[in-house]
């Protein structure tokens, strides 16, 4: 289907009401040069922009103030240029005369123009002002600017078919609102019996024999004939009619602007229209009248819509008669059939068709004649059927929301974003947002006393469930069917759904349809409920996470993590690191729950986390087994920091190869060395290496545990908690240099250092 191209007057008119003025500007585009027109009607074509202007500034106010018009923008500004040059003319009256109005004013004498009072006090005035501002715009721009649906589409949302459905639906709403002012007016059963059918007759579809009924009772009837002409008048001249009750005399210039009708022309039809108004809207006196109001409604039928005769025309005219009325002693004709006072009985087709009785006449006419019925039926009149036609009433249903109960864009589906589409401020610092549930209200709007049943169905897509949550008051509903019935068919009472928010789904998934029917009358109505948006993305802040170092120890590296305080759900740490560390944390500290394998902890106050204590052993072995890193995730925020800890370090001092005095020699047999480890009480590794010249003899001192490998001239002596040197006890022959030489390298978690020592040959001691 094809969509109508930018927002629609009535998306801007809501834009403009919350300060936004480029919306106002594509208002300013669309309607200027209408503007324009009708004030090149009333002021010099070189006032004309600045009385535009003024128009323009008017209805800004009044759109910032809350007021002006919803939909129907083009009619209220064309109205507002009117009064705004009126004001002008009245504002200057105050401060200057002049004998030569006509230079300020191109309207009649004054500026109650008696062509809108007698139109705004007809019943056509009121049928349209009863309709909904949305037919009441498609109305004004189809009928009397005579635009194409395309061109209207995107002022009104809709597609260009759209646009024609529209004004079909609001041509025939008219004419019922219309029929329905008279209606109220009428006291007798004839003259209601023919105004109840009139649209029909217009249109052409009753039988043959009502269509007979209803002209005969035209010949007669002045008042009816009246309510005919001016249908014939709605249904066929709107712009004769709604161009001069909203703009004055003026709209009939500016619509002779627009359309190429002559002036003269529409001088003409201004001083009909104003005839056939003054006479359509009270009793006739003559059929003087008659005839001035049908010449009226013809020619502007004529001349406004192209066609040589409107739509529906009295087959056989009355005859032309003074326009004076007649003596009050003549005696008027009677009908030659008259209609019933009920609708008009069926004749079945085998019986032989009576005659039918005369009706006595209502005795407050002294001029009808009183006669008896020429025969009575044979037998009673069958009743007719009810009609069943089903009516569009486009104001039969309406679905709205309650004030302040989640309008799309908010947070009303449980969306962290606002209506720019920017994640709400609260959620970015990871405050909670609970989810709420989309509602909307049905309400039904039945005739008075209305007792027909009112029942209405809700279809809705897959995305959505069923909304209604047992019998709301007022109403019983049935799940398995989608209907729900008013209880009170008189005063239907407002019936809230309420949808869980769609978690996707297309556009028809997340559509809702209500169907609503009061006897014949019925309306349906749609909603589709906002798509939720994308799910929220972590972003990173630097500032979240910091790793501070603890107390210098040389056998330990101690960390502390540090979360930002803030506003948030949750605050979740997780620390990764290589093969020569370990899980760093003990037990659960102060403010916090771990789970050493998972590897994570989480704050017990997320919005001020305490400091996270945590230890690692000096490792060794590659930068990468060395390595950890702790990532911080606090609502939507996250964070990563990472560090690779120091391998053990040289220490000189920590290694010393002592050789014992000979007082304190323990074995003088032997060469005798001590490897003495300083600055630890921790675990030692020795790795011994030696020459071809030596031989390390297979004794080794408590709480050390050695091996050696065959014909390799080395050893790994440890010890878990250094407490004593360890004695190494060496065999020596003579030489010198690397065969004479002994090296150990002693290694710590945070240490490490090398030494050497030459053993000579020596005397065997005795």
């Not at 009502?210 to 007669?220: C, F, G, Q, S, T």
């Amino acid at each position: 289907m094809e969509t109508p191209e930018g927002p629609s007057d009535a998306e801007l008119i809501a834009r403009v009401r919350t300060g936004d003025l480029e919306a106002y500007g594509e208002l300013f585009a669309r309607h200027h040069h209408a503007a324009e027109r009708m004030a090149r009607q009333l002021v010099p074509a070189n006032d004309a922009d600045d009385l535009a202007s003024d128009a323009f500034a008017k209805v800004l106010d009044a759109l910032r103030n809350g007021g002006g018009p919803d939909i129907s923008f083009r009619a209220y500004l064309l109205t507002t240029v009117r009064r705004v040059h009126v004001d002008r003319i009245r504002s200057g009256r105050k401060v200057q005369t002049t004998d030569d109005i006509a230079a300020y004013e191109r309207e009649p004498q004054g500026f109650d123009d008696p062509t809108v009072t007698g139109f705004e006090s007809g019943a056509a005035a009121k049928a349209f002002a009863s309709l909904p501002e949305r037919w009441q715009a498609v109305l004004w721009h189809t009928e009397v600017e005579g635009e194409k649906p395309a061109t209207i589409a995107p002022m009104l949302g809709l597609t260009a078919n759209g646009v024609s459905a529209l004004a079909y639906r609001a041509r025939e709403g008219l004419r019922q609102a219309y029929l329905q002012q008279h209606l109220a007016d009428v006291a007798g059963d004839r003259c209601r019996w023919t105004t109840e059918r009139l649209g029909a007759y217009v249109r052409g579809g009753l039988t043959k024999r009502e269509n007979k009924n209803v002209r005969e009772h035209l010949d007669d009837c002045a008042k009816c004939t009246a309510v005919y002409l001016e249908l014939v008048e709605v249904n066929s001249a709107l712009p004769a009619l709604l161009a001069p009750a909203l703009l004055g005399t003026a709209g009939l210039g500016y619509l002779a602007a627009a359309s190429g009708v002559k002036v003269g022309f529409v001088g003409f039809l201004v001083t009909g229209w104003r005839k056939a108004t003054e006479n359509s809207t009270r009793t006739a006196v003559g059929a003087g009248a008659v005839v001035v109001v049908a010449v009226a409604a013809v020619i502007a039928a004529m001349a406004l819509t192209g066609n040589d005769t409107p739509q529906a025309v009295i087959s056989q005219p009355p005859s032309l008669q003074p326009t004076q009325p007649p003596p009050a002693n003549q005696t008027a004709k009677p009908p030659s059939a008259k209609p019933p006072t009920v609708k008009p009985p069926v004749v079945p087709p085998t019986t032989k068709p009576q005659p039918e009785p005369t009706e006595p006449v209502d005795s407050t006419d002294p001029t009808q004649p009183t006669t008896a019925p020429t025969s009575a039926p044979t037998t009673p009149a069958p009743t007719p059927p009810e009609p069943t036609t089903p009516i569009l009433d486009e104001g039969l249903l309406t679905i709205s929301m309650p004030p302040g109960g989640g309008a799309p864009g908010g947070v009303a589906y449980g969306r962290p974003y606002g209506a720019s589409g920017v994640p709400d401020a609260s959620y970015q610092s990871g405050a909670s947002l609970e989810s709420a549930n989309s509602p909307w209200l049905i309400t039904i709007k039945v005739p008075e006393a209305n007792a027909k049943p009112v029942v209405i169905k809700i279809k809705h897509g897959s995305a959505l469930l069923w909304p209604v949550s047992g019998n709301p008051a007022g109403w019983s509903c049935v799940k398995a069917t989608g209907t729900c019935t008013a209880t009170n068919p008189a005063a239907p009472a407002t019936l809230p759904i309420s949808f869980a928010d769609p978690k996707g789904g297309t556009a028809a998934q997340r559509t809702f349809t209500v169907s609503a029917k009061a006897g014949r009358l019925y309306d349906d109505d749609s909603e589709t409920l906002a798509a939720p948006p994308p799910a929220p993305k972590p972003h990173l802040d630097e500032n979240l996470l910091k790793l501070v170092a603890g107390k210098t120890d040389p056998e330990e590296y101690f960390r502390t993590i540090v979360i930002a305080p803030g506003a948030r759900p949750s605050v979740t740490v997780k620390i990764q690191y290589g093969s020569s560390l370990s899980w760093p944390i003990a037990g659960n500290p102060a403010g916090w729950k771990c789970t050493p394998s998972a590897r994570t902890c989480t704050a017990t106050n997320p919005s001020h986390p305490a400091p996270l204590p945590g230890s690692f052993a000096v490792p060794d072995g590659s930068s990468a087994a060395r390595t950890y890193s702790v990532s911080a995730t606090a609502g939507l925020l996250f964070d990563t920091d990472s560090e690779t800890l120091p391998g053990p370090q040289l220490d000189e001092s920590l290694l010393r190869i002592v050789t014992p005095d000979p007082r304190h020699d323990p074995n003088p047999l032997v060469y005798n060395r001590f490897l003495t480890i300083s600055g630890t009480t921790g675990r030692v590794t020795l790795e011994i290496s030696w020459g071809r010249n030596l031989a390390l003899l297979p004794r080794f001192d408590r709480g050390w545990i050695c091996s050696r490998t065959t014909d390799v001239r080395r050893a790994t002596c440890t010890t878990a908690n250094y407490k004593l040197p360890l004695n190494t006890e060496w065999a020596a022959w003579p030489g010198s240099g690397a065969a004479n030489t002994v090296t150990v390298t002693a290694t710590t978690p945070a240490r490490h250092d090398t030494d050497t020592v030459v053993i000579p040959p020596g005397k065997v001691k005795r």
